[in-house]
């Protein structure tokens, strides 16, 4: 048995070393490094100036010739591993298919498809890629240890394989006739329909199919980072899914944010990744607005922009704690104006009454040409919390409501189409 299976909570069908493990590297690497001969003898590990290889420079393995050392991030670790052993690591726990900086889930019905159908006919799809970190858990009997492998590369072909098992998508054989796992669930009951499902047999056949797993150990997160983003290939990073990525503790909040204020973001969450970018920005134009820095009577700079954004991911100094509870009474407010104007349906959906100030398509935007709206824009959505953060300690709910609609028709009045950008910002500012 190998070292890896022994420590593996998931049964292992194979595994092949690579080469032999020598070190874990656990450090935020460069990829590349050109030393065009600048480093002395003691730098180097007194490694021979025409030496070819590997060595070890300060901690870190690295491949070297004359001129260049390129850092090395540890061994990986390749290993076969069934679609039934993934799916249940993914119910337990042990695998995470979510960390901070993952995209949302990009792939259609047909794509995902197509993965079901190249996996029952034994084609090979590009491997799965984990960080193993080990844990261990206190127990009554003493320590536990336990692996926990985090998804770096995979997560749209983990979740489809999941998506078909809860019988949410299906795949059609050569007569066009579609098969499903099992009928899905509504409110935690399988709907009886006369949908086909697969047979027992063929059922354990599809969960013997298998994905290949690249497994590194112990990665730092900077290095598992770096990684996720070098292996985006199929579909491009949007700038959002990019500045999600980043860790930091600006980058932190704006997901607790995401994660917490669901209701709000929801309103106009336009595409991936879209909630974190709007938290950001509304936090920007936040300290824009309270900033000494701004002349009285000036247009607060609109601080939207992907460069703009960036810089403040990259902050070093912490948040005041006093903007921290500014940022939560502004979001916290907003909630309850957007629950004022909703109708619950379960204890934790909502959804937004016709007309309301809230509505995407409201009868007080028909007519003047109102015609054509049809959303609640990212640009309402900023500036309305930029609207409640102004006057929310003088005005009541429903005058605040009463504000919000009557600057959706301000904003709609003056422009056509309702973008972020500086001729935008500086009409809603204006109303502010």
């Not at 003898?41 to 870190?60: L, M, T």
């Not at 991030?73 to 695998?95: E, F, H, M, N």
């Not at 960036?310 to 070093?316: C, S």
């Amino acid at each position: 048995m190998t070292q890896d299976s022994e420590k593996s909570l998931i049964p292992v069908t194979s595994v092949k070393k690579e080469e032999p493990e020598d070190e874990r590297l656990d450090a935020a690497i460069a990829i590349f490094d050109d030393v065009d001969g600048d480093t002395t003898d003691e730098e180097s590990g007194a490694v021979d100036a025409d030496h070819v290889g590997f060595f070890e420079h300060n901690g870190v393995n690295c491949w070297v010739c004359p001129g260049f050392r390129i850092p090395q991030i540890p061994q990986v670790s390749v290993v076969k591993r069934p679609l039934k052993d993934l799916c249940d690591a993914i119910k337990t726990g042990d695998i995470i298919l979510d960390p901070d900086y993952q995209r949302d889930v990009v792939w259609d019905d047909t794509r995902c498809e197509g993965l079901l159908v190249s996996l029952l006919m034994g084609y090979l799809p590009p491997p799965i890629i984990f960080n193993v970190k080990l844990q261990i858990i206190e127990t009554a009997n003493g320590k536990l240890k336990k692996y926990i492998r985090t998804c770096v590369d995979g997560k749209q072909r983990l979740t489809s394989i999941l998506r078909f098992m809860r019988g949410e998508i299906g795949f059609q054989d050569s007569k066009h006739k579609k098969w499903y796992y099992q009928p899905p669930a509504s409110n935690g009951k399988r709907i009886n329909s006369t949908l086909s499902i697969l047979p027992e047999d063929m059922k354990k056949f599809f969960l013997s199919r298998f994905f290949i797993c690249y497994e590194y150990n112990e990665l730092s997160q900077s290095t598992e980072e770096e990684m996720f983003q070098l292996v985006q290939r199929g579909i491009a990073l949007t700038p959002a899914e990019k500045m999600r990525a980043m860790s930091s503790e600006w980058a932190t909040l704006a997901r607790k944010y995401e994660d917490d204020y669901s209701l709000i973001l929801n309103l106009s969450k336009q595409g991936r990744a879209s909630g974190f970018r709007l938290t950001l920005t509304i936090f920007a134009m936040v300290q824009e607005m309270m900033s000494s820095r701004r002349r009285s009577g000036s247009v607060p700079t609109l601080q939207a922009s992907p460069q703009a954004l960036t810089r403040m991911l990259e902050e070093k100094e912490p948040i005041n704690p006093a903007l921290k509870e500014n940022l939560k009474v502004i979001f916290d407010r907003y909630e309850s104006l957007v629950k004022l104007s909703s109708t619950r349906i379960t204890t934790t959906r909502y959804r937004v009454n016709a007309n309301s100030a809230f509505d995407p398509a409201p009868n007080f935007l028909r007519g003047d040409g109102f015609d054509h709206v049809r959303t609640f824009s990212p640009l309402e959505l900023i500036t309305s919390v930029l609207l409640v953060c102004y006057h929310l300690a003088v005005r009541t709910d429903a005058q605040l409501l009463d504000d919000v609609k009557e600057m959706r028709r301000h904003l709609r009045l003056k422009h056509k189409d309702l973008r972020v950008n500086a001729q935008c910002w500086t009409t809603a500012w204006e109303f502010i």
